[in-house]
């Protein structure tokens, strides 16, 4: 590769200010916040106008350059470190909320927008809708949580943030773009049918089938108030059946688990955490009472907490999203699993299991997805950045946590690429063969960050 030719080309499209091979540059986007080891880039290039990126894949196309694109950067697995060296392309710079549709609730925005940002304007200019934000810290960017099946407080009631999507515009590896939804034959961004969907291609894809430029992601009525019902539960069997009938009474917003041998009360103990809306007082009076009911059913019981705790686990984004603090070191890596709700069990021992063989604090999660159609369980593995050998004890933690999911029937969320391969393993022949297929059809000379989801 002809660099200072490929610099300059770049430099052209975009200006100086805005392309670096610099290695001081460079240097950040080599890594990422979790536990995955470093690796070079070429050159990292942050575009204004999709004009722009057309024109930088169409070089990346023509030189057979592997081309990245990176959202917040905070997917904790690596999934925007290339892995054949290549050109980052940072989309901060593409950040315009174009429009609000307070009728069809659709927020059509650039790839480049972040929950904060998002969640501000709407709280400014219209504080009656909400949309699907994260327990992330609020550079995340809207599409790239929605584009790798991300969720947030709304998923329990509404699906993961993937489903939330009503239409896309993506740049795909011959330049050219392509618009999938209700977008493709309306001036209106408002659903995603009824026609072929193929916006599933590019959802847990990891940009190796284009790069989004623009997305039309669901909003929703925010409610009048909000509160939340605790619970404590000691024994995890009765865990799926009480998560259930939570869903079937659709009393909840959002449903979550904790559970973590620190502080020392929690250890042995499931937090159950349900967030309930209402348009009056008592409309969230009855909704405890309900709660209080199911929880003494399932042998679990009430809890009430301190209201300055209340008041931290109503925060958006959750208190979740300062996690990466809670051990010297700064380091946090997880491991997610999407699982039937009758894995929970299963999964809290086995994370349990795990956390302690590697010498890690147990710290483990879930969120019910789609009225407990499933949930996402997670286990958190902290780590001195510092220190690479506790690096590597993390990631042989996600490793085998990654392959006990697998075991038991769960499907690892957002994973790296060595557990992308262990997916593939055990991933049906024939669906591997179409995926090879139709990467290779779209992307024939493999410049989509190479490396992720490559069948073998």
């Not at 430099?11 to 290695?23: D, R, T």
């Amino acid at each position: 590769m002809e660099v200072n030719k490929i610099l300059n080309k770049l430099i052209e499209i975009v200006g100086s200010e805005f392309v670096s091979n610099n290695p001081a540059d460079l240097y950040i986007y080599s890594q990422d916040p979790g536990a995955s080891e470093p690796r070079p880039v070429d050159f990292v290039i942050l575009p204004k106008k999709v004009e722009e990126v057309q024109k930088i894949v169409r070089l990346a196309n023509q030189e057979k350059i592997p081309i990245i694109p990176m959202g917040g950067g905070l997917t904790l697995s690596g999934l925007v470190i290339p892995n054949r060296r290549g050109i980052v392309m940072d989309m901060k710079r593409m950040n315009k909320i174009i429009e609000i549709s307070p009728l069809n609730r659709y927020a059509l925005i650039e790839a480049g927008v972040t929950s904060g940002q998002l969640l501000a304007h709407l709280n400014n200019n219209h504080p009656d809708l909400q949309p699907p934000i994260p327990d992330a810290p609020p550079s995340i960017t809207i599409a790239g949580n929605a584009l790798i099946h991300g969720s947030g407080y709304l998923s329990q009631k509404y699906g993961d943030h993937g489903s939330m999507i009503n239409g896309l515009e993506v740049v795909l590896p011959d330049g050219e773009i392509y618009k999938f939804g209700s977008c493709a034959l309306s001036d209106y961004w408002f659903t995603r049918g009824p026609i072929p969907d193929f916006i599933g291609l590019f959802i847990s894809s990891f940009g190796t089938m284009g790069i989004v430029t623009k997305l039309s992601i669901k909003l929703f009525p925010k409610p009048n108030m909000r509160d939340i019902v605790f619970g404590l539960c000691k024994d995890p069997s009765v865990l799926p059946e009480l998560i259930s009938n939570i869903t079937y009474a659709d009393v909840a917003e959002d449903i979550l688990l904790g559970i973590q041998d620190k502080p020392d009360w929690m250890k042995g103990y499931t937090f159950i955490i349900v967030y309930i809306t209402g348009e009056t007082e008592e409309e969230l009076i009855n909704k405890t009472k309900i709660l209080k009911k199911m929880y003494r059913k399932a042998k679990s019981r009430y809890m009430k907490v301190p209201k300055r705790i209340e008041e931290v686990f109503l925060e958006k984004p959750q208190f979740a999203a300062k996690a990466a603090d809670f051990r010297k070191g700064g380091g946090f890596e997880y491991v997610g699993a999407f699982i039937p709700l009758q894995l929970i069990p299963k999964m809290i021992q086995i994370g349990t299991d795990i956390s302690l063989k590697h010498g890690i604090i147990p710290t483990l999660g879930a969120r019910l997805i789609g009225q407990g159609h499933s949930a996402m369980f997670f286990i958190s593995y902290s780590f001195n950045r510092a220190d690479p050998k506790d690096m590597k004890n993390a990631r042989d933690a996600l490793h085998e946590t990654n392959k006990a999911a697998l075991e038991i029937g769960g499907i690892p969320w957002k994973a790296e690429i060595a557990g992308q391969q262990l997916i593939m393993e055990k991933m049906d022949p024939n669906y591997k063969k179409l995926l090879k297929g139709i990467k290779n059809l779209i992307d024939p000379n493999g410049i989509m960050n190479p490396g992720n989801w490559e069948v073998k």
